[in-house]
């Protein structure tokens, strides 16, 4: 199971693009790089999913390089609703979607959005 | 609606009553797991079960029981609940091959 490496916290102002960047070494070839959202006493949402190159959706880009040893999450001009802890998970989609036993979150980055 | 349900939401016990914590999903998802949340610690998964009556132990699985008679209820024991275990709790579900997991509103546990 890959360990993941985040940054424990992060600031940044309102309409900035934020950038969080996850470490993860050793990586199998299998492995998906999937990102969660967590708010103040709230379950973690899930936000993105990807493999390699670039994932995008409504929430948030995903840059994987081609060497798949680290991650960063983009998310486009943040506001103060953006504050949370976001978490990076390194996982064997075919088991993790599923099996709860590779589902390991770390400690995540607090992202703290300011006006 | 799509959604994983835990119950009660807030729960203050004392030290070695037994309590439950109940979990169920809607999804027909195989997978579930219970996390617990400290200040400082993240999350950190007790139990987890892939299936109907298969279940496993997480990383801090001591003072806790699962049980999975159902797909869709997963709840959790705490047999002689001791202060330590004073969290915040969630549980999680999602189906065999899925992207995302789906966790529930959470369970404030506070043990006196």
């Known amino acids: 199971l890959a360990k993941t490496t985040q940054p424990i916290s992060m600031d940044s102002y309102e309409g900035q693009e934020v950038n969080i960047t996850c470490s993860h070494n050793n990586i199998a070839t299998n492995d998906y790089i999937t990102w969660y959202q967590q708010f103040p006493s709230q379950g973690p949402r899930f936000i993105i999913q990807?493999?390699?190159t670039k994932v995008t959706n409504e929430v948030a880009s995903l840059f994987i390089p081609a060497d798949r040893k680290s991650s960063t999450l983009s998310l486009p001009r943040v506001s103060l609703s953006d504050t949370a802890v976001y978490y990076c998970?390194?996982?064997?989609?075919?088991?993790?979607?599923?099996?709860?036993?590779?589902?390991?979150f770390g400690k995540g980055t607090k992202l703290s959005v300011k006006p | 609606e799509a959604q994983v349900t835990q119950n009660p939401r807030y729960l203050i016990t004392v030290t070695g009553k037994k309590l439950t914590v109940t979990c169920s999903q809607n999804?027909?998802?195989?997978?579930m797991s219970w996390y617990r949340q400290d200040p400082g610690l993240g999350l950190r998964q007790i139990y987890y079960?892939?299936?109907?009556?298969?279940?496993d132990k997480g990383d801090v699985p001591e003072g806790y029981k699962v049980s999975r008679k159902e797909k869709r209820n997963f709840p959790l024991i705490l047999e002689s609940p001791s202060p330590n275990q004073t969290s915040l709790y969630f549980c999680?579900?999602?189906?065999?091959?899925?992207?995302?997991?789906?966790f529930g509103q959470g369970t404030r546990l506070t043990v006196v």
């Open positions: 079960s892939m299936n109907v009556e298969v279940t």
């Open positions: 990807g493999y390699k």
């Open positions: 999804m027909n998802h195989e997978y």
């Open positions: 998970l390194v996982g064997d989609r075919l088991h993790y979607g599923g099996s709860q036993g590779n589902l390991i």
């Open positions: 999680a579900s999602s189906g065999q091959g899925n992207t995302e997991a789906f």
